[in-house]
């Protein structure tokens, strides 16, 4: 790069060089940077950059917004933090440049000292539906990075992508980001969940935090807190104390803030070659009788100390798997259907009384499918109007979805056959001696009753609205995968979520097709693997999906090549 | 307790009374105390009595066996540091008293101060089927505690057993130790192992060694280390150090101590629709050429530096899944089969050399059973001689196994059926279509070559020597479970080997019936969930097994009750 010219001319030339032509280096640069979920579109230019992150790197947010604030704060500290060392490790050039922090030491280049956050509704709030999409763009050299969004929700989409275009460079001893990316990103659905269930099993604190956190960095947007189940009611609850007193595993293991039941306390299955005079699908049996006065009065202090507590626009109100025997063994109910009642009227008291109150708490009620589809005990559409009632399903795969949204239901889809996290590791329920049997087990469920264990790549092939009409299609709202926690605790969550839940987060945000239409599972393969070996150095104790070896050799690990 | 005698009799009583009657207290007690494996035979005097643990508890070992006496120090320890806190805390009448450290303060009576170990033999080596037997007794009142052994490996077995007989009391913050207790141990098998694999994944010493420490708390006595394979060699041999330096995953992906492959590279199944045409039952190609001279100098090369590493009496060479296509598809062997020999002679080429170079080494070798028994390639008895081979069993279930011990040969147990912790975790080969299916996977095997998953009960119900005669039962040794590590890796390794591997510890150790000969899963499930809380209090991160509302319901969880 020498030139002739003179003296001053080329001071300044060898000035604009310094500062604007990025100096040669070589480091290590994962190949490509992975972002996941997948952004809807991204482009980085060619010859591949990458800017060094100046040690004084800060991200300029709008003030206005307190998450917003918090979340550049959070996120700049992440960024210097993380030192992020790639699974795939060749040395390319990659050239380094920057500004916004002045230039570095003479041979360094510049470095890239801030991130421009652009927010257009500030004050937009959480809910269901909220603009989620952003633009991120880091221009070559590193001349400036900027996220411009709708919301502060959206700038905050854009802030996690951010962190996943950086990496630690061992040989420079510095973080470096991608330059010259210009990434567009909207999300598909807008609902993106993962369910943990706390009834079965309790969890601390910090450990669903550290599962929520997870979900941000994979950009899902619900958490679903099925809180409490027949087994544990672990929720203090202002108004009805003894609920959690009596019913929490203990003193500890209670989430503060702070006469009713058939069967309570029966045996759960009184012959176990009957399964349809079940007290309960699983052991611990007890359902809410609508018989009973009481019921109300607690479901209503529930409900108004539940939503006082949770500002979310959704409130689930169960309503799966209603077991016919557990009703038909009370006396109250056996005196109710000897007069003409049913199972179905008897759930529809209930739900009839509940529906109500939570829209009158401006809520939208989510109950799962069985409140409408259930064969055996369901309610009439006038009790679960569609205006105000989403439907999430679990059953029958994409049949009950459609079943759904042709009756005009907005629909969830956690589809257990895709989205059950919990399937495959047999079933809990002791002095069971099917497993006492030398012969092989080969293709048997292996005593899960959903089984087999759904692999990430089951759950990111499945599509949601797979078997839909385009206007049927528009009334799935999104999904979940579901963390049944009969036999989970917080010792293997991470192993059991993820990166599983990462294959969904993906399918939901920006799809699991590639531009020409076709299922792009081979391709997402190492990424994930990258993604999900990013995820434990954060701290989640994910579980792998291939051995190292992989990662190295593109193509040698696929079953077609 | 009052008497009428005189005032120095009735001193000498109130001392006595002091000193040696246990003085009540109400603490927590696990119901049962609970020992994983369950001992042999064991007595608890009735009413159930503790003994306070003293602060300056300590175990006297006899001098001269250096792993006896760090056994006693790192025992000592763990009493003192565990304070396990069973899930089950009624609340009972547990008298404390004790002797050994003299008499505590008023009213709190005496306390254990220390534990005794007599030892026959201290000097026997440990190796396969040595005596591993001792008896326990703890006084009532904790007068006295003795374990007594044949060999210091016995008496570390005892201690482990006094370990789990001690738990920690809130309500006197002490530690209390089960007293009139009385046990006889001894192991059913002699060989009970885990299979840990690092060739697939690497696993960091640490996680190994906790591995390791967690299987000398279920007696288990066999770390079979499957060090490496064909995606990588991690083990850093003096005389072959490029196959480390050349196999390892990377620099920090080793174990120091610190021209040769058919089929090397290649894609591993070239047709997915020809099975029987692929080169490797997996991703990653390549097998050994018994015609390639200098693969005998690194076969030569590796056994003496492995059995200058490892003194143990087994060495393991492998020689399962041998795969026809990738010979075939070598040159060199294709103009030797050409000539007349067969890809069974070739094998026996190379295990006719291997074999007397580990007998030289003083080794019994340990094959897996196909060197004997697979369809397509295997060799004949002259290549392994009963007397210095032990054939490993995974296929085929006990009809495996009854063919090794007919055939002469002893046999360690591993079918996959049952003792195979990878399975059901679908499989890990990429841009695999069968996932991406819209209609319901229940039924199927998920991917997963052996699934489904194997719940603690298969592999606890199993029984190693099944069918066979008493004296084919002589020759098997004993079992191992496995865990294959493809998709494995020390994020979520406790939660796959415990405590599946605990239900073999015990049915290997004391078995798994009752003493009316029954299978006794349903007894053993409250055990277990006892003793998985145990080894996550030590930090092992297991698996549960049932809600914790199970464990407060006896029965409550059974299928049948």
Redesign the interface.
């Known amino acids: 790069m020498a030139t002739k010219n003179g003296g001053f001319v080329a001071l300044l030339l060898l000035l604009s060089f310094l500062l604007s032509s990025p100096l040669p280096a070589r480091c290590d640069a994962p190949l490509p940077v992975n972002v996941w979920p997948k952004p809807t579109s991204m482009s980085w230019a060619e010859p591949h950059m990458a800017v060094r992150v100046s040690s004084s790197f800060h991200v300029v947010a709008p003030s206005g917004n307190a998450h917003l604030l918090s979340a550049a704060r959070r996120y700049a500290a992440l960024l210097l933090a993380e030192r992020y060392r790639p699974l795939v490790t060749p040395a390319v050039n990659v050239t380094a440049g920057g500004a916004g922090a002045g230039a570095g030491a003479a041979g360094r280049g510049a470095e890239l000292g801030y991130l421009t956050l652009a927010v257009s509704d500030l004050h937009a709030p959480l809910q269901h539906g909220v603009d989620e999409s952003y633009a991120l763009e880091i221009l070559p050299a590193g001349a400036a990075a900027t996220v411009t969004a709708a919301t502060a929700w959206g700038a905050m989409r854009g802030l996690e992508t951010f962190s996943q275009l950086a990496w630690w460079c061992g040989r420079e001893r510095a973080v470096l980001v991608a330059a010259g990316v210009r990434i567009e990103d909207r999300p598909l659905y807008p609902h993106r969940g993962l369910m943990l269930d706390t009834g ?3 969890f601390p604190v910090a450990d669903i935090l550290r599962t929520i956190d997870a979900m941000a960095a994979n950009k899902m947007n619900v958490f679903h807190w099925h809180i409490t189940d027949s ?2 009611f672990p929720l203090e609850l202002p108004s009805e104390p003894a609920l959690a007193e009596k019913g929490s ?1 203990g003193d500890g293991m209670r989430y503060t803030v702070d006469d009713l039941v058939s069967c309570a306390g029966e ?3 009184p012959d ?1 070659s009957d399964w349809p005079s079940r007290l309960a699908a699983e ?2 049996a007890g359902q809410l009788n609508p018989l009973e006065p009481k019921t109300y009065q607690v479901m209503s202090n529930v409900i108004n100390d539940v939503t006082s507590l949770f500002p979310d626009g959704f409130y689930h109100a169960g309503a799966d798997e209603v077991t016919p025997g557990c009703w038909n063994a009370d006396p109250s109910i056996q005196r109710y259907l000897a007069r003409g009642g049913t199972l179905s009227r008897l759930l529809e008291k209930f739900v009839g009384a509940a529906h109500p109150l939570i829209v009158s708490r401006n809520r939208t009620a989510v109950y799962w499918e069985d409140v409408l589809l259930d064969q055996a005990v369901n309610v009439t559409a006038s009790a679960i109007p569609p205006e105000t009632t989403i439907l999430q399903t679990w059953n ?3 049949n009950n979805t459609r079943l759904i949204v042709r009756a005009g239901y907005r629909a969830i889809v956690s589809s257990a ?1 895709f989205y059950y996290l919990d399937c ?10 099917a ?14 009753w ?6 990430w ?2 759950v ?4 949601v609205a ?2 839909l009409t385009a206007e049927e299609a528009r009334l799935v709202v999104g999904g979940e995968v579901a963390m049944w ?5 917080a ?2 969550l ?2 059991r979520v993820w990166p599983r839940a990462s294959a969904m987060a993906e399918a939901l945000w920006s799809g699991n097709r590639d531009a020409t239409g076709r ?1 792009r ?2 391709e997402a ?1 190492d990424r994930l693997t990258d993604w999900r070996h990013r995820m ?1 150095g954060r701290g989640v ?10 990662r190295n050799r593109p ?7």
């Open positions: 079965r099993t309790y087994q544990s595993y045996f759960w299955l176990a052991p611990g029958n795969g994409g056959s495959g590791h047999g079933d809990f329920a002791g002095n069971d001696s497993y006492d049997d030398p012969r092989s087990d080969y293709g048997t469920s292996g005593g899960s959903c089984g087999p264990y759904k692999t790549q089951r990111y092939d499945y599509d797979g078997g926690t009969e036999q989970v605790d010792a293997v991470d192993g299922k599972y081979a393969t434990v104790r994910a579980e792998p999906i291939q051995p190292l070896w992989c193509g040698m690990c696929n079953l077609v090549r």
